[in-house]
Every structure is written in C-alpha cells, then in structure tokens.
T-cell receptor, first 114, second 110 residues
Framework: GAVVSQHPSWVICKSGTSVKIECRSL??????MFWYRQFPKQSLMLMAT?????????EQGVEKDKFLINHASLTLSTLTVTSAHPEDSSFYIC??????????FGPGTRLLVL | DAKTTQPTSMDCAEGRAANLPCNHS???????VYWYRQIHSQGPQYIIH?????ETNEMASLIITEDRKSSTLILPHATLRDTAVYYC???????????WGLGTSLAVNP
C-alpha cells in the first residue's frame, strides 16, 4: 500500500512553455500533498504544501505565479511550471500524506528546459 | 523543527548489519523521528519512524535512546540494493514539514 505515482517521469520542453506534472495517491486519500525540488548533489527542498480544496502554501522564495499548484481531489495534485526557463530544470518530487500521517513519495519527474 | 546531524558517508560489507546514527538533541516531546532513503534518481522511500519506543518492520529497526536525543537505524543484513542516501528527519508539532539535511550516503560493498 501507500503508493504515489507521478506523471510524466521525465519531460523536455522549450524555454517559455508550460509544463504540468501530476501526482496521484493510488491507494489512499491524501489530505495533504507536498511538492519538492532537488538539484544535483543537493537535498530535497520543499516548494509548497497543498491541502485538498484550498490554496497551496508556498515556501519562502518560491514564486506562486510561476509554480501553480492545484489539489482538486484527495488523490490528485498538479504542479504547473509556467514559462519554464533553463534554471527551472530540476528533479521535481511530490509526496502525499493521509492516515496514518506518514509522507509517501512519488518517483519524481525530471524536467529539462532547453 | 529540530535539526538532525548524520555522518556524511558510511561503508558496509554485504550481508553485515548497517548501523546508521543520527543526532537530534533539540527534539521536542511531540516530534517523531523518521527515516527515509533515496536511491539515485528516484523519489525517497519511507523506511520507519518512531516516537520513543524502538520500532521494527520488514525493512529495518529503529533504536531511539531513552533521552530521545539520538537514534540508530539498523539494516540487519545489508545488500547491494541498500546502497542509497539515508535521511533522518524529525517531524511533528504544528509545522508537520519534513526538513531534509544531506543525509548519510551508505555504500554496501560486495
């Protein structure tokens, strides 16, 4: 149990385009989902926390207009990187927390912006 | 949130027990100790967590000292597939966020 999926697993896009990443909890309902970013040889950095049906809470320094988060249901959250630039290239990872309140992570999405 | 301190890297022989230490001297009473691992280019994998009692599951054992200021994750029979970065995280309280350090890079050698 406690499986979290992400789609796509990798994406290459042109600078200026938008990219949407989906995060799904497959076998449990996630009241809270988290989005992280990880650069090479660095640890995970929390970008935002989203609760189902409400606006996401962004960490300091994360632009909410650039990284749009939607948590429309208890099993799905999406992260849209708007007007992507090469510096947005990174490994994006989501996690979901339900009951019991352990965070389970998706496999990650590798984004490369050309 | 309490911070944790872990060794940067460790080595372990295949088949032997791997003991990964973690210091969390500023942990407060309602904070849990969580362990995750991350294999290269994958999302983190949950291993185990505990509050004050020792815990064991199919993956590992977690030993928490009586004063809760440190803990040890034990992989009883390490395999090559256990090579990963292991993160010790303290979580709880009102914040409920996981704050990630650099973890311990464990290399299991044949």
């Amino acid at each position: 149990g406690a499986v979290v999926s992400q789609h796509p697993s990798w994406v290459i896009c042109k600078s200026g385009t938008s990219v949407k990443i989906e995060c799904r909890s497959l076998d449990f309902q996630a009241t809270t989902m988290f989005w992280y970013r990880q650069f090479p040889k660095q640890s995970l950095m929390l970008m935002a926390t989203s609760n189902e049906g409400s606006k996401a809470t962004y960490e300091q320094g994360v632009e909410k207009d650039k990284f749009l988060i939607n948590h429309a249901s208890l099993t799905l959250s999406t992260l849209t990187v708007t007007s992507a630039h090469p510096e947005d290239s990174s490994f994006y990872i989501c996690s979901a927390r339900g009951a019991p309140e352990t965070q389970y992570f998706g496999p990650g999405t590798r984004l490369l912006v050309l | 949130d309490a911070k944790t301190t872990q060794p940067t890297s460790m080595d372990c022989a295949e088949g032997r027990a791997a003991n990964l230490p973690c210091n969390h001297s500023t942990i407060s009473g309602n904070e849990y100790v969580y362990w995750y691992r991350q294999i290269h280019s994958q999302g983190p994998q949950y291993i185990i967590h505990g509050l004050k009692n020792n815990e064991t599951n199919e993956m590992a054992s977690l030993i928490i000292t009586e004063d809760r200021k440190s803990s040890t994750l034990i992989l009883p029979h390490a395999t090559l597939r256990d090579t990963a970065v292991y993160y010790c995280i303290v979580e709880g309280g009102n914040n409920r966020k996981l704050i990630w350090g650099l973890g311990t890079s464990l290399a299991v050698n044949p």
